[in-house]
């Protein structure tokens, strides 16, 4: 899980502060004029996909003890989803008294 969590998370977040960098060089050198509003969006793409990373990275484990996990975990998230899914579903009411 911790592999997982750092490659599909740890390489956009990489990404989305190395486009911070390149974005000051290619101002500074003249080489490209980007706007304010491209600089912003791809960094928040970069690091929207390193939210969805975490969240994969954690989904994609085997939840059981005695179970080793495939490669890229993509049985193991088809199930742990739909029991997330399900276990959202299946919520408690809210009591009067609150």
Same mark, same amino acid.
């Given at each position: 899980?911790?592999?997982?969590?750092?490659?599909?998370?740890? *390489?956009?977040?990489? $990404?989305?502060?190395?486009?911070? @960098? *390149?974005?000051?060089? $290619?101002?500074?050198?003249?080489?490209?004029?980007?706007?304010?509003?491209?600089? $912003?969006?791809?960094?928040?793409?970069? @690091?929207?996909?390193? *939210? $969805?990373?975490? &969240?994969?990275? *954690?989904?994609?484990?085997?939840?059981?003890?005695?179970?080793?996990?495939?490669?890229?975990?993509?049985?193991? @998230?088809?199930?742990? @989803?739909?029991?997330?899914?399900?276990?959202?579903?299946?919520?408690?009411?809210?009591?009067? &008294?609150?």
């Amino acid at each position: 899980m911790m592999r997982r969590m750092a490659v599909f998370s740890g *390489v956009p977040t990489f $990404l989305g502060m190395a486009s911070f @960098f *390149v974005s000051y060089i $290619l101002l500074t050198r003249h080489i490209v004029e980007l706007p304010n509003v491209v600089v $912003l969006l791809v960094s928040l793409g970069c @690091f929207g996909l390193g *939210v $969805l990373g975490l &969240s994969y990275g *954690v989904l994609s484990a085997s939840w059981q003890e005695d179970e080793v996990g495939s490669l890229l975990g993509l049985s193991e @998230f088809s199930i742990n @989803f739909r029991r997330l899914v399900q276990g959202l579903r299946k919520k408690p009411p809210a009591s009067e &008294s609150e």
